[in-house]
């Protein structure tokens, strides 16, 4: 049995994520039923960061995996124009 991948944000979410972040908060991205992105404000070693991981819910294992990106904060801004130039060129 495949999972149908969640479809994409739309402007009003994707804003709402922006504010999420900039307050600290888990921000949750479903991507199938048992598999979501956790996107949050963190450190690493003293340093601000944004912290991506793989979130998976499973009859044998419900947690983070080894799959995930710390990115420095203040390169942020610069992923978020990448992630957005990348998605503009899908539609």
């Not at 690493?44 to 819910?57: E, H, M």
């Not at 995930?68 to 203040?74: D, E, F, Q, S, T």
Request: glycine share 6%; no cysteine.
């Amino acid at each position: 049995m495949s999972e149908e991948p969640i479809k994409k944000l739309d402007e009003k979410t994707a804003r709402q994520i922006q504010e999420k972040l900039a307050d600290g908060s888990l921000i949750i991205v479903p991507i199938t039923a048992s598999r979501e992105i956790h996107v949050q404000r963190s450190e690493y070693k003293g340093k601000p960061v944004l912290d991506i991981r793989t979130f998976v819910k499973s009859p044998t294992f419900t947690g983070y995996t080894p799959k995930g990106i710390n990115i420095p904060l203040n390169n942020g801004q610069e992923l978020l124009e990448t992630l957005q130039k990348i998605l503009q060129g899908a539609k």
